[in-house]
């Protein structure tokens, strides 16, 4: 081979491992914000369950966020989550975590009552940056707010 031919074969060589590099790095961002996605999507649909339970008689089978908060294992009995420990699938029942596909290893939301008309759903993965809380405040002109914190 001719000096030109392995200048070319190198400089190639080194043009691939670059892009596999660069594309392998573009996949663990977009994987991270795909996680985080997930978790907003779970937590969002998690609160708009719970603000249409508090929306319900409780003669019909509704809850009553306001005056006697009922226990976190009563809001994800009414809304009929399967809960799995740790939010995964394959673990033991339970627990009060429900699981929330698409959004990597570990991935789960809680539930958690408040006293004053209020209702908190908190989900983590081990694949997403940042903890999404959902707040729920039926009684609110918005109802449902979103926060995020540093996992």
Same mark, same amino acid.
Request: aromatic fraction near 2%; proline fraction near 5%; glycine fraction near 14%.
């Given at each position: ?40 999507? =779970?937590?969002?649909?998690?609160? $708009?369950?719970?603000? #249409?339970?508090?929306?319900? &008689?409780? !003669?019909?089978? *509704? ?20 809960? =799995?420990?740790?939010?995964?699938? $394959?673990?033991?029942? #339970?627990?009060?975590?429900? &699981?929330? !596909?698409?959004? *990597? ?47």
């Amino acid at each position: 081979m001719g000096q030109q031919q392995l200048l070319l074969l190198v400089l190639s060589t080194v043009i691939v491992g670059l892009a596999t590099v660069a594309g392998i790095q573009a996949f663990s961002e977009n994987q991270a914000q795909a996680s985080q996605d997930a978790l907003v999507q =779970r937590g969002t649909s998690i609160a $708009s369950d719970i603000q #249409g339970l508090a929306g319900k &008689p409780t !003669q019909l089978g *509704g809850i009553d966020l306001n005056n006697s908060p009922p226990s976190n294992e009563k809001i994800v009995n009414r809304l009929g989550y399967d809960t =799995r420990e740790g939010g995964d699938l $394959s673990g033991p029942t #339970g627990t009060n975590v429900v &699981p929330a !596909q698409g959004a *990597g290893s570990g991935a789960g939301c809680t539930i958690e009552a408040g006293g004053s008309g209020s209702a908190t759903v908190e989900c983590k993965s081990d694949d997403a940056p940042q903890t999404v809380t959902v707040t729920v405040t039926p009684s609110d002109d918005s109802p449902v707010s979103t926060s995020f914190s540093s996992s």
